[in-house]
């Protein structure tokens, strides 16, 4: 499909390419005529449609133009094909953003394609950020403690746990295209804004912490083995050593973040151009190791210590380890023997155990192949202050130790124990998100983050495993457990094994420390940044934003500060389980995304690594767990309680995204389950709420005509069960899909201002009666669907023009009552309270009437359940009659109510048979005549306009005689009104003349003219209403039994006015009609 087109150069400003080249679909925009400019990504076009005179010239010729109306919604594949072709993924910017800030004047930046392959971009950079600072500083100390076996166990448990969440990051990262942002992009995609939100904050502060974990290990290298007179604080006396080396790790730290932190700043591009530097260092240092070890086989360093008794001596102090040497025939005290004595004399009053005991001197390293493996198999644990002591050498113990720890004594500056070594050790195993989070640098991403990652961790676990072997059995036991070297004239213990030097081992370890803490520091705050630009949490979003290019200026001031906490802490021992909680939660979730997405079986879950399975991301998740209670119960709960809140506030306040998460997948499932489970059997009664489809009016504007309504709903539910809203719209959909989702998107937010939880739908029917139908038949899915239906009186139905809002009304009615559902409807509905309203005192009376389900006594408990309506009491009235024990009746009501669980005040009324009066005679009349001249105003102006014009045609004199007939009837129904007076008068004048039944709109009417079933009616109506407004008119809600429709719908005018008659002089009501069932039981 040959194409003429040309390359347009972008200007600065305008949109520019990704690549270093325009794609054919862009210059073919740049150059449309039909209304496209060059630069701008918004198309003004003329024409929705591509066929239009501009474009034509375009497609003539295609043998696509059956489809060339949808080219403007469907592109051609040809299109699509060449724009992924085209695609590239850049990362977090660093590289791009330096060079756009240095190109001064420069109108593009051309971005190279990514070239890294598996080697150089994943497998280098996760051994770079794996192997670190516990590897040099610590792992000794953890294998002297623990023992070989124990610390096997430790790295075991650590190096499967990294492993099986790598096999786990494998499959998610190859599930498609991963951006930058690694971990939190794979846990937020997958497991939702929620939990990405989360752990994403979690995986940042355990980045956080491990910038300041690597500051510390630089530091205390620093101040330890490199320049010890550097250190500001200097003890005076031994007990204080401690106090004064975290006070020095506390000043130097924070000045060697501050340096860090400007680094960073001025420019990331001298930290990755580093990096290949401190990586080179590590590597040095780790073959210095197994040289070493190769070399102790041949010829063991000399590296002694000295051994008083079976305790280990600083030798720092102290030149010989002799407490008396003979020089000339004359015996003189050495400096070992001042520092246990008085005076240099040889008569001098001497420490005890000094006295009691001899001075040895064994070699440190004594290598591989001296045996020393056996010794050091099994821990040696102990509380802080505990002397480091061999097991191979004899001694005298003193009676009094109570001076011990101001001797030059080696000993413990913690507490020891298991758990805390499984803390310690972890974060030498992170790390293993190194590649993920450079995927967009990727040659092949989907092919080299599985092979580097799995290989840099197996590498890292060899490392590992064969260093606990080869240490324990070089080094002797109470070198290993001499944390700072003291025993070794202040060496790491790690480099008096190494070859040529130690000096090796130290500076490797201090520039790999080093540039561990910049990478720290230039990885978190793109982290915060990419969490801040997601707009999930609200309170981060000055974070994501920075300099002109794009570098997070705010993000990196924010990680400097929470650095600083770690460096003030000032202990590496005491920052490493903090961080380890942290990325332990982390690997959980990412285990937790793949097993979920996994088991949901979703189609779009089609990893390219196969070799994982739900078992193992399960297994890996358990894991995680247990090591992080394990390292540290309460570091676990507090990461936690950090979570979870960080959680809640995404779920309260955060913004709404739709990422195709895995957890709404498994909601789906879940939901899917449930109602299939809830269609197998009926609810029970002990089960049954109201779930509501609440019917709702709309407005011209299609807004919402009555929100107290759904106030009325949030105060019923309490947010519990389910809220179908609904509404209905007259016309087609085609004609009104674009109305239909307006009043949707209105109806919501409505719901959301009124905190109602649920559902809403609108429909679309030719006719609101219909709608209405529709609804109530089919809303709700399964086990799911409404039992109840709540809607709003129709006050104005006497006043209307038609009679379709009272018909409606009263098909609605009828048709809840034949699908045996519940219907509540709320009279004055815009007077009940809002949801910010409190009624602090008042009454909510139930008018029980009959039976029907015990629903009317339900209701008020519901409704008291909420704040609004609280404070209110309930009061339970019921009707008896002259034949009825009122007394009796009383007695067993509260007897009921007890056995319901239910507080409420009793009371019974009597009715007493009487005359049915004038007045409900006279509402009678008026019903009746307003029913006739509704029944000769049905036909609407259309069809009498029709119906005369066709009779004009047949007939001019017959038309004539018809509007004769039809006129005059008109002013008499109209005029109908009466007074009791005028009822008295009538009442005489037809007793008198004794007349029969007449024409109703001939003459004046008689009460022996009305139906009587009417009056009866009517009489209770009027005799209900007196009662309920004298008891009831001060109340805050009165609950009445609704009666049923008429069978026969031509006394559906009748029954309005029964309805109207029976809620006169009150204000809030609520009409109940049950659905048939019990909802209400006295059994648990």
């Given at each position: 499909?040959?194409?003429?087109?040309?390359?347009?150069?972008?200007?600065?400003?305008?949109?520019?390419?990704?690549?270093?080249?325009?794609?054919?679909?862009?210059?073919?925009?740049?150059?449309?005529?039909?209304?496209?400019?060059?630069?701008?990504?918004?198309?003004?076009?003329?024409?929705?449609?591509?066929?239009?005179?501009?474009?034509?010239?375009?497609?003539?010729?295609?043998?696509?133009?059956?489809?060339?109306?949808?080219?403007?919604?469907?592109?051609?594949?040809?299109?699509?094909?060449?724009?992924?072709?085209?695609?590239?993924?850049?990362?977090?910017?660093?590289?791009?953003?330096?060079?756009?800030?240095?190109e001064e004047g420069a109108k593009k930046v051309t971005v190279t394609a990514p070239q890294m392959g598996t080697f150089i971009g994943v497998y280098l950079p996760c051994m770079q950020n794996i192997l670190g600072v516990i590897l040099f500083l610590r792992l000794t100390w953890i294998v002297g403690t623990a023992g070989i076996m124990e610390t096997f166990a430790i790295v075991f448990m650590c190096c499967a746990c990294t492993m099986l969440t790598a096999i786990s990051m494998s499959a998610i990262a190859t599930n498609g295209v991963v951006p930058a942002g690694g971990s939190y992009y794979m846990i937020s995609r997958s497991l939702g804004p929620e939990f990405g939100g989360a752990v994403g904050l979690c995986f940042y502060l355990g980045t956080t912490f491990a910038g300041s974990m690597y500051i510390l290990g630089t530091i205390e290298i620093l101040l330890t083995y490199i320049v010890p007179s550097w250190a500001v604080f200097v003890a005076e006396k031994q007990e204080d050593e401690k106090g004064a080396l975290l006070n020095n790790m506390r000043v130097y730290g924070t000045c060697c973040l501050a340096l860090m932190a400007l680094v960073v700043f001025v420019g990331v591009k001298y930290v990755n151009k580093l990096a290949l530097v401190f990586l080179s260092c590590v590597v040095l240092s780790i073959i210095a190791i197994y040289a070493g070890v190769v070399k102790t086989a041949i010829e063991p360093p000399d590296f002694p210590i000295c051994l008083l008794g079976n305790r280990s001596l600083k030798n720092h102090n102290f030149d010989k380890c002799l407490k008396t040497e003979v020089i000339r025939n004359v015996t003189h005290t050495t400096q070992l023997w001042g520092l246990f004595c008085d005076s240099a004399a040889l008569n001098a009053t001497c420490d005890e155990y000094f006295t009691l005991n001899n001075v040895t001197e064994i070699q440190g390293i004594p290598g591989l192949l001296s045996g020393v493996i056996s010794d050091n198999m099994w821990g040696d644990y102990g509380p802080s202050g505990m002397l480091v002591e061999t097991k191979n050498h004899a001694s005298v113990p003193a009676q009094d130790s109570s001076n011990d720890m101001n001797k030059p004594y080696v000993s413990n500056d913690i507490a020891t124990f298991?758990?805390?070594?499984?803390?310690?050790?972890?974060?030498?195993?992170?790390?293993?998100?190194?590649?993920?989070?450079?995927?967009?640098?990727?040659?092949?991403?989907?092919?080299?983050?599985?092979?580097?990652?799995?290989?840099?961790?197996?590498?890292?676990?060899?490392?590992?495993?064969?260093?606990?072997?080869?240490?324990?059995?070089?080094?002797?036991?109470?070198?290993?457990?001499?944390?700072?070297?003291?025993?070794?004239?202040?060496?790491?213990?790690?480099?008096?094994?190494?070859?040529?030097?130690?000096?090796?081992?130290?500076?490797?370890?201090?520039?790999?420390?080093?540039?561990?803490?910049?990478?720290?520091?230039?990885?978190?705050?793109?982290?915060?940044?990419?969490?801040?630009?997601d707009g999930i949490v609200p309170f981060l979003q000055v974070f994501g934003h920075g300099k002109a290019n794009g570098e997070p200026t705010w993000a990196l001031l924010m990680t400097a500060g929470i650095c600083e906490i770690g460096i003030l802490i000032a202990s590496l021992d005491a920052v490493a389980p903090i961080l380890s909680m942290f990325f332990l939660m982390c690997y959980l979730f990412v285990n937790l995304a793949c097993a979920v997405q996994t088991l949901l079986c979703t189609p779009n879950w089609r990893p390219r690594f196969k070799f994982y399975h739900w078992t193992l991301s399960f297994l890996g998740m358990s894991l995680c767990l247990s090591l992080m209670f394990i390292s540290s119960w309460y570091y676990a709960l507090v990461a936690m309680l950090i979570a979870g809140c960080i959680y809640k506030y995404i779920e309260y306040r955060g913004a709404e995204k739709e990422w195709g998460d895995g957890l709404r997948g498994l909601s789906l499932n879940a939901a899917r389950y449930a109602l299939i489970r809830l269609e197998e059997s009926p609810p029970h009664t002990k089960n049954w709420r109201p779930q509501l489809l609440v019917l709702l009016k709309l407005d011209s504007d299609l807004g919402v005509k009555h929100p107290r309504l759904l106030s009325f709903t949030t105060q019923l539910k309490a947010g519990k069960g389910l809220t179908i809203v609904s509404s209905v719209l007259e016309g087609t959909y085609m004609a009104r899909g674009s109305d239909a989702k307006r009043s949707e998107q209105n109806l919501k937010a409505a719901m959301s201002a009124e905190r109602t939880k649920g559902f809403c739908h609108v429909v679309v029917s030719s006719n609101l009666r219909d709608g209405f139908s529709h609804l109530i038949q089919s809303a709700g899915l399964g086990g799911m669907k409404h039992n109840a239906v709540l809607m709003a009186w129709p006050g104005g139905w006497k006043q209307a023009q038609d009679s379709y809002p009272w018909k409606n009304f009263i098909e609605t009615v009828r048709e809840t009552t034949s699908a045996h559902q519940a219907l509540l409807v709320a009279k004055n509905i815009d007077h009940f309270p809002s949801n910010q309203a409190r009624l602090g005192q008042g009454t909510i009376d139930v008018w029980w009437i009959v039976h029907d389900g015990g629903l009317l006594m339900l209701l008020p408990f519901l409704l008291r359940q909420h704040k609004v309506w609280r404070k209110c009491k309930m009061r339970i009235f019921t009707v008896a009659n002259m034949d009825d024990n009122s007394i009796q009746m009383k007695k067993d009501l509260q007897s009921f109510l007890y056995q319901l669980r239910l507080d409420a005040e009793v009371e019974v009324v009597e009715m007493h048979e009487s005359d049915i009066s004038a007045f409900t005679y006279e509402k009678t009349l008026v019903m009746e005549q307003r029913s006739q001249m509704l029944k000769q105003m049905q036909l609407s102006r259309n069809e009498r306009e029709r119906e005369a014009q066709l009779i004009h045609d047949r007939n001019t004199a017959s038309h004539t005689t018809i509007n004769d007939r039809a006129v005059p009837a008109t002013p008499d129904r109209v005029h109908m009104t009466w007074t009791k007076d005028k009822l008295a008068t009538e009442r005489n004048r037809s007793r008198e003349a004794n007349m029969?039944?007449?024409?109703?709109?001939?003459?004046?009417?008689e009460w022996e003219s009305l139906n009587q079933t009417n009056v009866r009616r009517m009489h209770t109506a009027v005799k209900l209403n007196e009662v309920v407004v004298n008891k009831s008119q001060g109340a805050q809600l009165v609950l009445l039994n609704m009666p049923g429709p008429p069978k026969n719908k031509g006394g559906d005018e009748n029954y309005m006015e029964f309805l109207e008659v029976l809620m006169d002089g009150l204000d809030r009501v609520l009409l109940v009609r049950g659905g048939g069932r019990e909802v209400i039981t006295i059994y648990s």
């Open positions: 499909m040959p194409t003429n087109f040309t390359v347009v150069p972008v200007e600065d400003g305008s949109r520019r390419s990704r690549h270093g080249s325009v794609c054919l679909e862009e210059a073919r925009e740049g150059l449309s005529p039909g209304g496209y400019s060059v630069g701008d990504d918004t198309p003004r076009e003329s024409s929705p449609f591509i066929n239009d005179e501009d474009k034509g010239a375009y497609y003539d010729g295609k043998n696509m133009a059956l489809f060339e109306e949808e080219m403007d919604s469907h592109p051609m594949v040809s299109s699509l094909l060449n724009k992924l072709a085209n695609y590239t993924n850049l990362t977090q910017g660093v590289i791009e953003h330096e060079e756009a800030e240095n298991f758990t805390l070594l499984v803390g310690i050790y972890f974060p030498s195993v992170t790390g293993i998100m190194a590649g993920s989070n450079r995927s967009g640098d990727l040659r092949d991403a989907q092919r080299s983050i599985p092979i580097g990652t799995i290989l840099a961790i197996a590498t890292t676990s060899f490392i590992y495993i064969s260093c606990v072997g080869l240490f324990g059995a070089c080094i002797e036991g109470v070198v290993l457990r001499d944390k700072f070297g003291d025993s070794v004239n202040k060496n790491l213990v790690i480099g008096t094994l190494a070859w040529p030097s130690p000096w090796v081992i130290v500076i490797g370890s201090f520039f790999s420390c080093c540039g561990a803490g910049l990478q720290s520091l230039t990885g978190a705050p793109r982290l915060l940044q990419a969490i801040a630009r029969g039944v007449k024409d109703l709109f001939n003459m004046k009417p």
